[in-house]
C-alpha cells in the first residue's frame, strides 16, 4: 500500500474539498503527459491505480513482431515479449511496465505541474459552485482593505467586492470589521470566482428578518413587499397566514428585540412594518404610517390613488424630501398624489361626490373600500356634508336625508322641526305638542293626512 500518497490525498479531500476520485484521475493524466514527454508518444499508454490501496502501474501497449522492431514505443520483439510472457507470438498485445522512476527530470516536472493545474481547478470550481448556491442571500464577511473606493471582503474561502455603488454612503468600516452582506452575483473567470455583494440592497433587509424571526421562516408569516432608501429608512408590507399570529408583533418581537438587531445590523437604519392588505386603500392607508389619512380614492386599473390628509399632516404624509410618499409608492406599487383637505375640497378626484355621482349604484361597494377607504372625518367635512344617512346619502346643515327617516324629525341650526313624511315643511318651535295632541286620535290615514293640512292652515 502506498501510505504516503493515500495520507496526501485524505488531507487535500478535507482541505480542498476535492473528491478523491478527481484526484486519482489528475495522477493518471499527468504520469501520461510524463511518459509523453519521455518516450515522445503516449497514445498507447495506460496508467491503473487501485483505489484502496493507491498502488499504481504504468504500462504501454506494444505489438508483438517478429522482424526487426522499427518504433520502440509501439513494439516489442518477440525474444523480448516472451521474457515478458512465454507464450507470446508475433502480433500478440503485450503490456510492457513502465517504471515511473526512469523518467527525467522535466518529465517528472511536467506531472507535478499536471497535478497542481487540476488541483486549482478543481478548487476554484468547488468555490464558484459553493457561492453560487448561496446567490441572493446573505453571508457573513470580515473587511479586509479599501481598494480605491471598492472595499475587499474575506467571506471565507473567496473574497468578495462591495463596490462603491452598493455601499450605504453614512457608512464606515474598519478593517477586521466582521458585517454582513447579500451576495448580488457570482462570476466564474479564468482567475477564480468573482463574487459581487451589496449593502444596499432591498434583499438584504428581507433576508435579515427571515434569519432573525422564527414566523417568516416557517412561512407562518410572509413578506409580501418591501421598499428601502439604504442607510435611511426601509418599509415592509407583511401578512400573516395564521389568524392567531399578528404579523406586526412576530417581527417586532417582545420590546423590540427582533427588530432592534437588525436596526443595528443596518447601523441605525428606521425601519416601518405595516400590515399588508388586499384592498388597496387599506394598504395605502397603512404605508402612509404614521401619517392619519382622512380618505383614499384608490384606481386598481390605473394603478393611482388620490390621498386626503388633514392640513396639519400633510408634511408627514410626504416625509422629509418626499421619503415618505416615495416609499409607499414603491411598496404598493400605485402613484400616490397627496393633498390636505383645503386642497382637496377644490381638486377634482379628491372629493366623494365626484365618485358618487359615477358609482350611485354601487353605494354599498363604495362602502365597503372597493373605490377607497374612508377613515375618518374632520370638522370641516361634516360640516361640508353632514351626517351620513342610513342608505349612504348625505344632507347638508343638519338634516336627514335617506330611507328610515319618514318618522323622525330632523332639526336645523335654528332649532325648528321638519317632518320628513310631509315634504320636510317646517313648524313653529314650540307647535309640536299641540300638533301631536291635535292628530293622535286619527287612525286613519287619510283621516290622519287631512288633519295635518288643517292645522297648517
Known sequence: MNKELMEALDVLEKEKEISKETLFEAIENSLI????????K?????????????????????????????????QISLEDAREIKSDAQPGDIIHVE?????????????????????????????????????????????VQRYIGRNISINLGKADGILNDSEQVKSEVFRPTERIKVYILEVKNTPKGPR?????????????????????????????MSIAREAGSRTKMAVKSNNPNVDAVGACVGLNGVRVNSIVEELRGEKID???????????????????????????????????????????????????????????????????????????????YEDYLDEYDEYDEDYEGGEYGTETEYAES??????????????????????????????QDDGGEYAEEASGGEYIEEGGEEGYEEEIEDYEDSEEYAKAAEDIKE
Open 33 to 40: 503527459t510524463a511518459c509523453k514527454n519521455h518516450f515522445g
Open 42 to 74: 503516449s497514445d498507447n499508454v495506460k496508467v491503473e491505480i487501485n483505489r484502496e490501496t493507491c498502488d499504481f502501474l504504468c504500462y504501454a501497449e506494444k505489438e508483438v513482431v517478429e522482424e526487426e522492431v522499427e518504433d520502440d514505443c509501439l
Open 98 to 142: 513502465i517504471k515511473s522512476k526512469e523518467f527525467g527530470r522535466i518529465a517528472t516536472q511536467n506531472a507535478k505541474n499536471v497535478i497542481l493545474q487540476k488541483i486549482r481547478e478543481e478548487e476554484r470550481s468547488v468555490i464558484y459552485n459553493q457561492y453560487f448556491e448561496k446567490e441572493k442571500d446573505i453571508v457573513t464577511g470580515i
Open 195 to 223: 463574487i459581487l455583494v451589496s449593502r444596499t440592497h432591498p434583499e438584504l433587509v428581507k433576508r435579515l428578518f427571515e434569519a432573525e424571526v422564527t414566523e417568516i421562516r416557517d412561512g407562518t408569516v410572509e413578506i
Open 273 to 351: 412594518i405595516i400590515n399588508w392588505d388586499e384592498n388597496p386603500g387599506n394598504l395605502i392607508q397603512n404605508a402612509l404610517s404614521p401619517a392619519k389619512i382622512v380618505a383614499v380614492f384608490a384606481d386598481p386599473d390605473e394603478k393611482t390613488a388620490k390621498v386626503v390628509v388633514p392640513d396639519y399632516q400633510l408634511s408627514l404624509a410626504i416625509g422629509k424630501e418626499g421619503q415618505n410618499a416615495r416609499l409607499a409608492a414603491r411598496l404598493t406599487g400605485y402613484k400616490i398624489d397627496i393633498k390636505s383637505e383645503t386642497q382637496a375640497k377644490d381638486a377634482p378626484g379628491f372629493r
Open 381 to 410: 367635512y361634516e360640516e361640508e356634508y353632514g351626517e351620513d344617512g342610513s342608505d349612504g346619502g348625505y344632507a347638508q346643515d343638519g338634516e336627514y336625508a335617506g330611507e328610515g327617516f319618514e318618522d323622525e324629525y330632523a
